[in-house]
């Protein structure tokens, strides 16, 4: 087979046996198992705290003492065997270890399968600069038909979408051992202390005020990356609660709503190199602040009637926020630092974005939603007048699902039925963001010249 085209299955597979269950699992924890919101940030928090460290220590034993693809096999296979248990848990506290212990298995998979990719293509005497974003971007169109499918299948809001990511990803697993050799390299020096080897000698950038204050930002930032992929789905299914959207599309296929973001994301990147070029990297990393909080304010205006084109104008709007910040923020660290400290400032910039950033606003997000912008109604007198006056018993029974009947019979809501205030949720979320663009312009200071463009051509180049 082609090795183009078994990178492109492997780059597709990648992101499928994550998309499957990423966006919807909100849906599963709120509607079926109907746990504490507090609780929902920290299954988020996990992929950062997994990020703090798993890509690196696996990174050093690829290069030291295993294959690369043996090693990208076997964790798929461990990722896969943990999502199969997901569906038996019944406690909150048992779901963040188990989803813990799923992404310390996955998360080290993103940069090995690029890695992969990096040394299949080299030693086939292909051109790496060429022929990897092709594949890579089969790993986007992954993602969003694991989105699709689970929707379509009616699975976002039960267990079969961890069974979807699960045999996916045994699949995957058996097939990365097919997969030409990476034998290990052993490029880390033996003579090179534990904190440099898992890149800790990168923290002395921060004794650098302009690289301490951008790592500091991308903190902060990272803190909104995951909020719409945590929050977005179930924001748009709680629409059901409402007579006047409960049969709408939105509410049918909100996940595949919420792919438009992902498609976005595809389109978005080839405009990167214009913008970059003609605006420079602060410009650019302001930019997709901006889209940030229009992503968020769309959000809290948009509804699945009337106001459509709000949410599906915010999804459009997400390829800018993640794909500018994301890349510009790379070329920012490629452009500032020096080829010794290189590849451990690349590595201190995702730390701070997906580790870091992601753990606080997982966990503060949790908690403020919770805490401030959630209602428990105990009985269905006073969940209809939430609803509204169009609200009546047949509506409410479909709403609450097999537990409708003795619900209506009683009168009560036994464990209480969890309404959040989406509105003001995202227009809080605004509010952050804008905040953080306003600080950053203010704070941050970047001159766009001749000199960054001829490094951003040739930092694209390469």
């Known amino acids: 087979m082609n090795i183009k085209l078994r990178l492109t299955i492997v780059s597709f597979m990648q992101f499928f046996v994550w998309g499957a269950w990423l966006i919807t699992i909100a849906n599963y924890w709120f509607g079926t198992k109907q746990w504490d919101g507090a ?45 199969f248990y997901i569906p038996q848990v019944d406690t909150p506290n048992e779901f963040f270890w188990i989803i813990f212990l799923a992404m310390c298995f996955y998360m080290p998979t993103i940069s090995l399968s690029n890695s992969i990719s990096y040394t299949t293509l080299k030693s086939a005497k292909l051109d790496v600069v060429k022929d990897f ?41 058996l097939y990365a051992f097919t997969l030409p050799k990476c034998i290990p390299s052993k490029l880390l020096e033996e003579k090179a202390t534990f904190a440099q080897k898992i890149g800790l000698d990168a923290f002395k950038l921060f004794a650098n005020f302009k690289m301490a204050l951008f790592f500091i930002f991308s903190m902060f930032l990272g803190g909104a990356l995951q909020l719409t992929n945590a929050y977005g789905d179930v924001f748009l299914d709680e629409f059901k609660l409402f007579p006047i959207y409960a049969e709408s599309f939105v509410i049918k296929y909100s996940t595949i709503i919420m792919s438009i973001s992902q498609v976005s994301e595809t389109l978005f990147i080839l405009a990167i190199p214009f913008f970059l070029k003609r605006f420079g990297i602060k410009k650019v ?10 992503r968020f304010g769309l959000f809290a205006y948009g509804d699945p009637a009337g106001n459509l084109w709000m949410i599906v104008l915010s999804c459009i709007v997400y ?80 709403f609450l699902g097999d537990k409708g009947i003795s619900v209506l019979a009683n009168g009560e809501l036994s464990r209480g039925l969890e309404v959040k205030d989406w509105h003001n949720i995202w227009l809080s979320f605004t509010i952050y963001a804008l905040m953080i663009t306003v600080l950053f312009m203010i704070f941050f200071k970047h001159k766009h010249s001749r000199a960054e463009v001829a490094a951003i051509e040739e930092a694209i180049a390469h």
């Open 133 to 173: 974003p092709p594949i890579r971007v089969w790993g986007t169109i992954g993602f969003i038909a694991a989105m699709w499918i689970t929707n379509l299948t009616g699975s976002k809001a039960n267990a079969n979408q961890f069974y979807i990511a699960g045999i996916s990803a045994l699949a995957l697993g």
């Open 285 to 294: 990393m302001v930019i997709a602040m901006l889209a940030w909080v229009f």
């Open 319 to 398: 390829g800018m926020a993640f794909d500018f910040f994301n890349i510009s923020g790379s070329l920012f660290v490629e452009t500032s630092t020096t080829a010794k400290t290189r590849s451990s400032a690349q590595g201190l910039f995702m730390m701070m974005t997906n580790g870091f950033g992601a753990v606080l606003g997982s966990i503060v997000s949790g908690w403020m939603i919770q805490k401030y912008f959630t209602q428990a109604y105990t009985n269905i007198q006073s969940l209809a007048e939430h609803v509204g006056s169009a609200t009546n018993d047949q509506h409410l029974l479909k």
């Open 39 to 83: 609780q929902f940030g920290l299954i988020f928090a996990t992929m950062g705290f997994a990020s703090l460290f798993m890509p690196t220590l696996t990174g050093i034993i690829a290069d030291k003492w295993i294959n690369a693809e043996k090693l990208y096999a076997i964790l798929h296979i461990l990722y896969a065997g943990t999502l």
